[in-house]
């Protein structure tokens, strides 16, 4: 029997449009391995390595980390997932980000969630992570029992959420990511979900995703959360 190809997926959107809560959500059912740039430098901060000790000036600047060492870091992991199902999250955030990426492989699908940045902005002052797993909360839409629901650890607000921040990271999505968007519109690759509750948009990507991959939670298909 022909085995099916790997999906190589990527997910899109502004800074918290919901990215990594509905990864953790195709996860869940399809069981795709899931590479977070975000969290992979926050990881990198934490371990106080060469590459997190230069993050963190752009991050608490609000600013993107310069292409060649985010490319690197990032070519550098998806190896080590040769040969799973893989969706990333964060990644490519430039043109030239995604050109290096398509000299190295050939991406499926690009899913952007198309969310307002009035939405966002509130959104975002009320999130809370655990840094450990990258498991997000918000204090209206996921409430924290004041602890990780899996490992009982502490919740930490990110320094990045403050409102000044976020500003400049929404400014740095419009000129430097939306790009990338067009990038992959003209390739025929784009599908974006408009709206502002992930709720409403995630049973369309899962209906989207379940054309290319078996629901493998088992419990619930109908009923997709
Ligand atoms: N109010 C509200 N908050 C949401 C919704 N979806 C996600 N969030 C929260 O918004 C914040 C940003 O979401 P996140 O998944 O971290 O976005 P990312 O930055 O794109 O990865 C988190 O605190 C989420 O818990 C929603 O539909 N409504
Ligand atoms: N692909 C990337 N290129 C450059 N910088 C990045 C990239 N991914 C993440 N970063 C840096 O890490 C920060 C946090 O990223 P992330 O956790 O994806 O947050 P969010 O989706 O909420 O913006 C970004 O604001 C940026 O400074």
């Given at each position: 029997?022909?085995?099916p190809?790997?999906?190589?997926?990527?997910?899109?959107?502004?800074?918290?449009?919901?990215?990594?809560?509905?990864?953790?959500?195709?996860?869940?059912?399809?069981?795709?391995?899931?590479?977070?740039?975000?969290?992979?430098l926050?990881?990198?901060m934490?371990?106080?390595?060469?590459?997190?000790?230069?993050a963190?000036?752009?991050i608490?600047?609000?600013q993107?980390?310069?292409?060649?060492?985010?490319?690197?870091?990032?070519?550098?992991?998806?190896?080590?997932?040769?040969?799973?199902?893989?969706?990333?999250?964060?990644?490519?955030?430039?043109?030239?980000?995604?050109?290096?990426?398509?000299?190295?492989?050939?991406?499926?699908?690009?899913?952007?969630?198309?969310?307002?940045?009035?939405?966002?902005?509130?959104?975002?002052?009320?999130?809370?992570?655990?840094?450990?797993?990258?498991?997000?909360?918000n204090?209206?839409?996921?409430?924290?029992?004041?602890?990780?629901?899996?490992?009982?650890?502490?919740?930490?607000?990110?320094?990045?959420?403050k409102?000044?921040?976020v500003?400049?990271r929404?400014?740095?999505?419009?000129a430097?990511?939306?790009?990338?968007?067009?990038?992959?519109?003209?390739?025929?690759?784009?599908?974006?979900?408009s709206?502002?509750?992930?709720?409403?948009?995630?049973?369309?990507?899962?209906?989207?995703?379940?054309?290319?991959?078996?629901?493998?939670?088992?419990?619930?298909?109908?009923?997709?959360?």
């Amino acid at each position: 029997m022909a085995v099916p190809p790997l999906l190589r997926a990527v997910i899109m959107g502004p800074p918290g449009s919901g990215k990594g809560t509905v990864s953790a959500r195709i996860i869940k059912h399809f069981g795709v391995k899931h590479l977070s740039s975000g969290d992979l430098l926050r990881d990198n901060m934490q371990k106080k390595t060469e590459v997190g000790i230069l993050a963190k000036s752009y991050i608490d600047q609000g600013q993107l980390i310069p292409d060649h060492i985010m490319t690197q870091l990032m070519l550098n992991e998806i190896k080590s997932l040769d040969q799973h199902n893989w969706l990333l999250d964060g990644f490519p955030r430039t043109v030239a980000q995604a050109e290096a990426l398509n000299k190295e492989c050939h991406i499926d699908t690009v899913i952007d969630l198309d969310v307002p940045f009035e939405t966002i902005k509130c959104r975002l002052t009320a999130r809370w992570i655990h840094p450990a797993s990258g498991r997000v909360y918000n204090l209206e839409f996921s409430p924290p029992k004041g602890i990780d629901d899996i490992t009982g650890e502490p919740l930490v607000q990110r320094d990045d959420d403050k409102p000044e921040t976020v500003s400049k990271r929404l400014q740095a999505y419009d000129a430097q990511t939306k790009p990338v968007l067009e990038y992959y519109r003209k390739k025929g690759l784009l599908k974006s979900f408009s709206g502002t509750e992930t709720n409403k948009i995630w049973p369309h990507i899962y209906a989207f995703l379940q054309t290319k991959l078996p629901d493998v939670s088992q419990k619930d298909a109908a009923k997709p959360r």
